[in-house]
């Protein structure tokens, strides 16, 4: 069916468009119908099994499921009949026979029971079925299952394979004795959940429910008193969701339909909120005591008063910005530096950035994006001219191949993962190269296992696949790019054959990937941080753009390159300016004309120097020639590589603020503490990894003293001599769209009503640009640049004392340093304790156990942790989570940089195992 078709719903006639059920013509035209096994949110196919939905369609004899039931030209449907009601009706009654009553129900606000009132049935007149006696499952922290609720309507089994490709969740057994299952009927906390909790938002019944919503009794508790639209404030992804709230405590949460999770959530999003109501939060200003050492930092979380007083606002702010004035005034604005933060807003980074560069004077303002894509982003500006994304990783759905590489989505970026799984399903090729063994491996068509650290050598021997055999785009060469030849030239050097024994990848299976890459009708490439994260990270990237301008697989539908970005806000933090080789929208401080045009805008002169990155900072401040820095949600005492190195230099500084919501580690180094805004308790603006501009609202006071994070920031910029008085983040996202081209188009009361705008946009009320360089790219000639790449071994090698590799990463469960995810009950239940993943054979070679305490050690420390075997992990690899600071993984890591994106070699160092220390060996030896 290709063209609208006219029928009669009752008496009145209507249109349907191709492919639409009767139920979704009705639901258009107002007209509500019942409905309980059908979901009418994207991605659930109909399944008709629950009649719910029934109605007469004249001339036929039996009724028909309206959820799965078509239109035909000039049809009567009639949706209002006795005979449509009373079947409805009977269908609740029925089903109502078997519910726990209302009075008692799991979820007496439930789809089920809301229908039932509308369609008047209380009670049934039929007997119950008789329940075997276990029907309640409380295993798993986040869900509570109570099966006497379950009307079979299957769409919980939908949600989890269909939707979110978990496949946990089936039905089992026959007739009567017909039931949900989780994996091989294991209790639901003892199965393979990975807890997104998509079933819980799918079940009509409340047969399974969010835990937070039932009592210990499995009966309905803290029923919300309101509700609050936003954004989730963990990974890139950034899906839209809605706070359920009741005595100003988040109860539950609820996807929205976002245009990058289209209702979906994962379970950091759905049930990693409580953190926010942690007794760890800071709630009053603290300022070091008089002559505690910042070299003795174990202090208690719930006690830091040994360390620490209480302060007023007045004194906290004083202190705060008087040291950084005095460093500033005395030695220059080079003497100081500023952390700011890829887990707040737009207007926040924004701002932060404008402190330092106007208010310190100097350049020195970096934030995390240094530590997860600053090589994707200097590859993609020399080659592109863009930093930001092709295309929304919703293009995997218009994408024949989908080239997935030293990236973990089901882990990281989870909703987009689903997204990738929907797309294998539909007949999608889906390629993963990683060194690692992961989740989306299972779904994978091609896998390709390389080396670690050999990613080089793979790419290059497909680019040279791709060339030698003559399957590059010869017109989109010519017509869009240049200094291909200097790519030919390079690439002539790296044939499979030849790469295969460095890769670790069989010749032809090169060859073939190469082959099928290039000759897809669409193809695209996400990489994460398992490109970024080497000292050859940038040279990963400029293949990876190499492999997409040669085959011409760019600026259509289903093409593309996408760097996933880690943090909420890492994409919106960069943008913004907090980069300290580029004002806001990648401007470079060292141009005369653009510092002219942000002089001019800030009325402030502006330092023409480069900063420090990262690292360099805390190089440099051991070096003293930086003497104070102001850090606002970061946490470099557990993020930064060499991690004992980077505390010492915080332990060096003269002065310290910290402004943040927990006494991070960070934070244990300051003179002054700024207790601030947790996400949930600010509004403010957010741009996500697909380049969508996004509204996060404020749905909760602030506890006791705490204040926002903007105030305090303008509170500093004012008693560093600047005129500031933005009093709410509109006003600072009004300047922002005179500094940012890329905002053009986009004002703060569009996002707020549209929720999220997509940059760049052309006007005011056309949506925002999914697909860029359509007709050519953002660079002075208006082509894309090919960067040959050579091979560069990682800066440090196994030998005989640390014969194995260690990378470091995330875990589904915690976030970034863990400050957050690790104060949220769920997700620290599900993961409570630091683990080494390790491949059986090496846990054998050792004499290990998995679940042993085991010490991993590198040239730069030590660290203990349990050992988790993981038949995915190669043999001679170690695989650390970098979120628990009782075993900091960054303890051990190389802080070698990657001489363009100045990013740390996060994803390889040579390690050892060696047996945890215990007393009675240590003394017997
Ligand atoms: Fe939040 Fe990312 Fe999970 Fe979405 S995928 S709910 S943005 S953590």
Redesign the pocket.
Known sequence: MTDTIKFFLDGAEVEAHPGETIWQVANRNGTEIPHLCYSPKPGYRPDGNCRACMVEIEGERVLAASCIRKPAPGMKVNSASERAESSRRLVFELLAADQPDRIVAHDPDSRFWNWAERVEVTDSRFPALARPSKVADFSHPAMAVQLDACIHCTLCVRACREVQVNDVIGMAARGHLEKIVFDFDDPMGGSTCVACGECVQACPTGALMPATQVDEAGIFANAPDRKVDS?????????Q?TYEIKDDRIVAVE?RDGP??RN???????F?FDYVHHADRLTVPLVRREGVSKHDVDIDPLNPWTHFREASWEEALDRAAGGLKRIRDERGGGALAGFGSAKGSNEEAYLFQKLVRTGFGTNNVDHCTRLCHASSVAALMEGVGSAAVSAPFMAAEDADVIVVIGANPTEN????ATFFKNAVKRGARLVVMDPRGTVLMRHATDMLQFKPGRDVAMLNAMLHTIIEEELYDRQYVQAHTEEFEALVANVRDYPPEKMAEICGIPAEKLREVARLYARAEAAIIFWGMGVSQHIHGTDNARCLIALSLVTGQVGRPGTGLHPLRGQ?NVQGASDAGLIPMFFPDYKPVDSPEVRAFYEDLWGAPLDPKRGLTVVEIMDAVHEGDIRGMYIMGENPAMSDPDVSHAREALAMLEHLVVQDIFLTETAKYADVVLPASAWPEKDGTVT?TNRQVQMGRRALPLPGKARQDLDLIVEIAKRLGLDWTYAHPREVFAEMTKAMPSLANITWERVARESSVTYPVASPDEPGADIVFTEGFPTPSGRARFVPAKLVAPAEEPDADYPMVLSTGRQLEH?HTGSMTRRASVLDDLEPEAVAYLSARDLERHGFRSGEKIRVATRRGSIELKARVDGAIPPGLIFIPFAYAEAAANILTNPQLDPFGKIPEFKYCAARLEHAYEPAREAAE
Request: charged share 10%; net charge positive; proline share 7%.
């Open positions: 954004v989730c404030p963990y990974c890139g992804v950034g899906c969701l996807g990058s999770n979906r959530l994962c379970v950091k999003g759905r990693g970026h989870p909703v987009a909420n996500n976030w």
